[in-house]
């Protein structure tokens, strides 16, 4: 046995799954992993565990999305992060931007013309913007007239906001407001 195998049979399993995603330029999948590893699934899942605990009230955690993995700085240390790479600051996210995001991360896949009518402007200007910061994309078109663009929330989207998945959003409340001519459902801010 060489002195790298020894070496590298020494290293745990946790720490091989934390290596492979510190030096990954994207997350990755238990499947990929497992491969990469030489080992079963489940034993990389009760690694990707181990880090999870490990990275608990820590300035890196352990960042899940879509089933993929990936090591990320808490939001807590972004401040500190910007200021050592010299960064001005993060990008804010417009309000406009933040309405068409909530409408397409709700309704996905959804048109340009249906969120235009949800949030009662053109949002071309923002649907480009969103596009070109990669939080959405296309992800077919509609088979409707003129066969429209169907745009959905991409893997980014999740990992900016922090998210594993869709279905971690908070559930959607559409609250009504009662006017003396009836009931008409509204957003309210």
């Known amino acids: 046995m060489t002195e ?4 590298s049979s020494s290293i745990s ?3 091989k799954v934390e290596a492979l995603l510190f030096v990954a330029s994207e997350a990755l999948s238990i499947a990929q992993l497992a491969e990469l590893l030489g080992v079963k ?4 899942n009760e690694a ?3 880090l999870r605990a490990l990275y608990v009230n820590r300035g890196l955690k352990l960042q899940e999305f879509n089933n993929r993995y990936q090591i990320t700085t808490t939001p807590e240390v972004s401040e500190i992060i ?5 960064l001005e600051a993060t990008t804010k996210l417009s309000k406009a931007a933040l309405e068409s995001l909530a409408v397409i991360a709700y309704r996905q896949p959804v048109t340009r013309p249906g969120i235009d009518a949800i949030r009662g402007v ?3 200007g923002v649907l480009k913007s969103l596009l070109s910061k990669g939080l959405i994309e296309e992800v077919g078109r509609a088979d409707t007239p003129g066969r429209p663009i169907l745009y959905g929330v991409t893997d980014l989207f999740l990992q900016h906001f922090g998210l594993e998945m869709l279905s971690a959003l908070p559930p959607f409340e559409l609250e009504e407001e009662v006017s003396s001519s009836g009931s008409n459902g509204i957003l309210k801010d």
């Open 4 to 7: 790298t195998t020894q070496l």
């Open 13 to 15: 399993l946790c720490s």
């Open 41 to 44: 699934q489940v034993e990389v």
């Open 48 to 50: 990707l565990n181990e």
């Open 82 to 86: 910007e200021k050592m790479l010299g």
């Open 122 to 124: 053109n949002s071309d």
